[in-house]
C-alpha cells in the first residue's frame, strides 16, 4: 500500500493477500480524551480471498464470545464480526499485554466448546434469530484453538 494513498480504515491498509490466518494482531490503538486507551484486535479465523465462516456459525460464535470473554474480563468493550466474515475484531479498554489478550481468547473459545446453548438466541434478544449454529459455532472455535501455537505469526 505504500505507493497508494492511505486509507481511513487500519484494515483496508493491511495487505490482505500477505496474511496467514488464523492470527490475531493488534489493529489499533485509540486513546480518549482522558486518557483511556482502547486496542482493537483482529482476531482471523479464515484466510482472507480464500474462505469465510458461514452465517450461523458465525453469528452464534459472536454470541457466545460476546458473552463467555466478559466471564474472563472486565476490559472487554466489544467483540465484532467482520464483514468478509473471516474473523472478529475484539476491543478492550486500558489492556495492552498481548500475551494475556491471547490467554482471554484462549479461555473464551474453551468455553465456547463446553457451552449447551447460544446465549441470547431468541427473537426478543437477537435481530435474526433464526440464523445460528451451536455446533458451526464449536467447530470454528475448535479449528481455530487447533492451530493456537500460530495465532502471534500474522504474515507467511
Known amino acids: ?35 483511556d486507551r482502547i486496542h482493537k484486535y483482529d482476531m482471523r479465523f479464515c484466510q482472507p480471498n480464500v474462505e469465510h465462516m458461514d452465517m450461523p456459525a458465525l453469528h452464534s460464535l459472536e454470541h457466545l464470545m460476546a458473552e463467555l470473554s466478559r466471564n474472563h474480563s472486565d476490559k472487554i468493550v466489544d467483540i465484532s ?10 476491543a478492550l479498554i486500558n489492556h495492552d499485554d498481548y ?15 463446553e457451552a449447551d446453548e447460544v446465549p441470547a438466541c431468541n427473537e426478543v434478544q437477537c435481530g435474526w434469530a433464526a440464523s445460528h449454529s451451536l455446533n458451526g459455532a464449536k467447530r470454528l472455535a ?11 505469526q500474522v504474515f507467511a
Request: aromatic content about 8%; proline content about 3%.
Open 1 to 35: 500500500m505504500s505507493e497508494e494513498k492511505r486509507m481511513n480504515v487500519e484494515s483496508f491498509n493491511l495487505d490482505h493477500t500477505k496474511v496467514k490466518a488464523p492470527f490475531v494482531r493488534l489493529a489499533g490503538i485509540k486513546e480518549g480524551v482522558n486518557g
Open 81 to 90: 464480526p467482520m464483514g468478509c466474515q473471516t474473523g472478529f475484531y475484539v
Open 99 to 113: 500475551d494475556d489478550v491471547l490467554a482471554l481468547l484462549e479461555k473464551t473459545l474453551r468455553d465456547v466448546l
Open 142 to 152: 475448535q479449528a481455530f484453538l487447533a492451530k493456537r501455537d500460530e495465532w502471534s
